[in-house]
């Protein structure tokens, strides 16, 4: 069984430039580019956020792939500036998509998350245990920046990108992966939570970005044309047979390094952030879309996806481009697929509201209620009305298994 996957993308509008940067930090276009390609970034808005931003990618990735949303099994959304902890933004997509059949979590692996969330979902697709994934990379990096710091505030921007993956008997598809992680660069690349007592005390607490750029820049250079070399020897590919290397789109000079040691020209290697700067996990998906609306990845075509980041982790992913592409939506099905877009948020708006009614209404269970015979044939019927709590026969409390005693099994 092989898998095959289409894209989606969603940036949001406003453009920040290396000039307006320069307004407000100790910086200049002159510097920001020869030192990095980039030229603008994108910043999303106020009623933008990470789940926003990646359900319109999604959406647009259910729409090339010509995929319902409910057809779909898993969702994963790979991101480190998540709008909660939890619930996650994969939750938050999958309920605004109407995915009612879908799985859903967020994956964290920096700016390596989505080769990471596309090895995951590959082989769930692979393993028959669901039909058709939704790999998600979203993130709104300029609310973990400190926009003092001119070190890593010109680095990053906003923006999602998606990609369906579907199995099928249709050649192309994954071929192979690596995938990798040195804990020891831990301390090169970090956005902090503010309630971990051990956050570093220059973080102050907050949630910004820290980087050291000189250390991130060495392992970047050197990682790229390790990984890549390691997943075509595994797919059993020169580099001469692939057609395009989508890298993770950091800085023009790391991916000009890395086409040095893998002795290709740079052409072989997609780039966008002159216009996007560093989006993280969204970086290799809206990578990925704009490659294929430009015409460089054809049917058949041999591509790698190459990413690194936070952890430190790394991962290299070899995939056949699909030799058949699925029927374009004609104008009827989009329209509808709109509608029931909308259909599916009031749908959700009053299923979040009929979860206060119950709660209102109905109350909590008492602990320790069984389910009463039949109970689980018919799961999805709504909680019934039970006896006022003074009425009901009070229960003599489980007896919980003998615990450790308090500090037992430590070592200090
Ligand atoms: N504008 C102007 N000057 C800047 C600056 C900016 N935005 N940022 C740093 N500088 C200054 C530094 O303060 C330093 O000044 P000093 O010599 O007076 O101390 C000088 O420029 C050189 O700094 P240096 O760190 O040596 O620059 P560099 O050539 O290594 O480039 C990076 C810096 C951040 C562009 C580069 O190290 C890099 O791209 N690293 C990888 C970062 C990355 O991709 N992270 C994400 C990975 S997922």
């Not at 603008?40 to 949303?69: C, F, H, I, K």
């Not at 790999?135 to 609310?143: F, H, L, P, Y």
């Not at 966008?272 to 054809?298: F, K, M």
């Amino acid at each position: 069984m092989r898998t095959w996957s289409v894209g989606g993308m969603a940036i949001p509008e406003r453009v920040l430039s290396n000039d307006d940067l320069s307004g407000f930090v100790d910086t200049s276009d002159e510097w920001i580019r020869t030192r990095t390609g980039i030229r603008e970034r994108r910043m999303a808005g106020e009623r933008e956020s990470t789940a926003t931003l990646g359900l319109r990618a999604a959406q647009m990735a259910l729409d090339v792939a010509n995929v319902s949303p409910q057809d779909v099994g898993l969702i994963i959304v790979a991101t480190s500036t998540a709008d909660y902890v939890f619930p996650s933004t994969a939750s938050l997509i999958q309920g605004w998509l109407g995915a009612t059949h879908a799985g859903a979590f967020d994956l964290s692996a920096a700016c390596t998350g989505f080769v990471y969330a596309m090895e995951m979902a590959s082989q769930s697709v692979r393993a028959g245990g669901v039909d058709v994934a939704l790999v998600i990379g979203a993130e709104t990096m300029t609310r973990v920046l400190d926009w003092g710091d001119r070190n890593t505030c010109v680095l990053f921007g906003d923006g999602a990108g998606a990609v369906v993956l579907r199995a099928s008997d249709v050649p192309g598809g994954v071929l192979s992966c690596v995938l990798g992680s040195d804990g020891s660069g831990a301390d090169l690349l970090a956005i902090p939570n503010g309630y971990k007592p051990h956050a570093h005390p220059s973080v102050n607490g907050a949630h910004k970005l820290s980087m050291d750029g000189r250390g991130v820049y060495r392992f970047a250079s050197r990682i790229i044309g390790d990984s890549v070399a390691e997943t075509l020897a595994k797919a059993g590919l020169r580099i001469d047979d692939v057609s395009l290397i989508v890298p993770h789109q950091a800085n023009q000079r790391i991916i000009d390094a890395a086409a040095r040691q893998l002795k290709v020209p740079v052409d072989r290697f997609f780039s966008n952030l002159d216009r996007y700067g560093n989006t993280s996990a969204a970086s290799i998906p809206i990578a990925l879309c704009e490659a294929v609306d430009q015409g460089r990845i054809r049917p058949s075509d041999y591509v790698v996806l190459v990413g690194f980041g936070g952890g430190l982790t790394w991962g290299a992913m070899a995939l056949q481009w699909p030799e058949e592409l699925p029927p374009e939506m004609g104008e009827w099905s989009l329209r509808r697929r709109r509608v029931f877009y909308t259909l599916m948020r009031w749908r959700e708006r009053l299923l979040r509201l009929w979860w206060r009614i119950q709660v209102i209404v109905l109350g909590t269970a008492a602990p320790g209620t069984e389910l009463e015979p039949g109970d689980a044939a018919r799961p999805r019927r709504l909680p019934r009305l039970r006896m006022p709590r003074f009425l009901q026969r009070p229960r003599e409390p489980a007896a919980l298994p003998p615990g450790p005693e308090p500090g037992e099994g430590r070592e200090d």
